[in-house]
């Protein structure tokens, strides 16, 4: 990131501009989310996503693995985050991805593999998106509410995107919504007090507006007192279909919070399918472009250097080359 001041006679102000060379990072801790997380990650790199800091917590389905191959292409930098006893991974990982980011990183987003960051309108780029919020010097975070999507009426894993399977999702006023998840400057945040809410060493928590975010009055950090639908929003894939859910939430619980198990009454809150939305369906061709470019440098690299998986692994390659 180049900072350049400028002194704008006109008005009396200083000026600061980020270059064309913002980096934009994803920070995310995973486990078992091998599924879907080439489509994750081809989908943000589609939108100008630069790269991934990504934890590891004992994923046993192939998705360390893919990281490890995807690690050894350059397009992801992968850890391991130890079980830790009486203790949940998601904030020790954080904690983790923040003191070790490099310098030259300028943006971390930190967010789930169930969750993608959406331009809402098509001339809308991240990285254009974000350059514009981060130009004033002050701010140091940026938050970016959900919209939680349903099962769309699906019972099984079906083939597919899931940004193609569930484009049905909760109106702007449902209450989930006011979740919102950070895009923060990594030297300028102290730690995580949950996974949705950075404390900051200074500077300003902003929301997608470019107004000093207000926190609900009620739920505090993590919580907005508005759902802001504009410019960029968090799309969240909270329980895809009745099979995903009850094979891979249900069972592996929660990353953040001790003893919370994600249930029935989970599934029925979040499974609203009140409103159609098609936008990040739209980008299904470039996501599926960018999948196949992917799976092809994994085939090559595999022949080069053996993936340490069985056959079973190259047998899903070879789907998502299909």
């Not at 009486?86 to 930190?110: G, T, V, W």
């Not at 309108?121 to 919020?133: R, V």
């Not at 702007?172 to 007090?193: A, D, L, M, W």
């Not at 196949?292 to 692994?313: D, Q």
Request: aromatic share 10%; with cysteine; charged share 25%.
């Amino acid at each position: 990131m180049i900072k350049l001041s400028i002194n704008a006679d006109s008005i009396g102000i200083d000026t600061f501009l980020l270059d064309d060379n913002l980096k934009l990072y994803i920070a995310a801790i995973i486990k078992d989310e091998y599924s879907s997380l080439l489509e994750w990650i081809a989908y943000h790199r589609v939108l100008g996503v630069d790269g991934f800091i990504i934890a590891d917590n004992g994923s046993r389905d192939g998705s360390r693995e893919l990281l490890l191959s995807l690690a050894r292409l350059g397009i992801v930098k992968m850890f391991d985050q130890p079980i830790l006893v009486n203790q949940k991974p998601q904030l020790p990982a954080y904690e983790h991805i923040l003191r070790s980011c490099p310098r030259d990183i300028d943006l971390l987003a930190f967010i789930d593999a169930d969750e993608f960051l959406l331009p809402l309108e098509s001339d809308t780029k991240l990285s254009d998106f974000f350059s514009e919020k981060f130009q004033d010097e002050s701010v140091s975070a940026i938050a970016l509410n959900w919209a939680n999507f349903g099962s769309s009426g699906e019972l099984f894993a079906e083939e597919g995107l899931v940004i193609e399977r569930f484009t049905y999702r909760a109106p702007q006023p449902f209450n989930v919504h006011h979740n919102f998840k950070s895009v923060v400057k990594p030297e300028r945040v102290n730690r995580f007090h949950n996974p949705h809410y950075a404390d900051l060493r200074y500077g300003r928590y902003i929301d997608v507006l470019g107004r000093d975010l207000i926190l609900h009055p009620r739920h505090g950090k993590g919580v907005s007192a508005e759902v802001i639908w504009s410019g960029v929003r968090v799309n969240h894939y909270a329980v895809k279909s009745l099979e995903e859910f009850l094979l891979g939430k249900h069972l592996r619980g929660s990353a953040a919070t001790a003893n919370r198990v994600k249930h029935k009454d989970y599934f029925k809150a979040h499974d609203r399918n009140d409103e159609e939305c098609l936008l990040a369906a739209a980008f299904s061709g470039q996501v599926k472009a960018e999948m196949e470019r992917l799976s092809v440098k994994l085939t090559e690299l595999s022949a080069v250097e053996p993936i340490p998986t069985g056959s079973w692994f190259k047998k899903k390659m070879k789907k998502w080359m299909v």
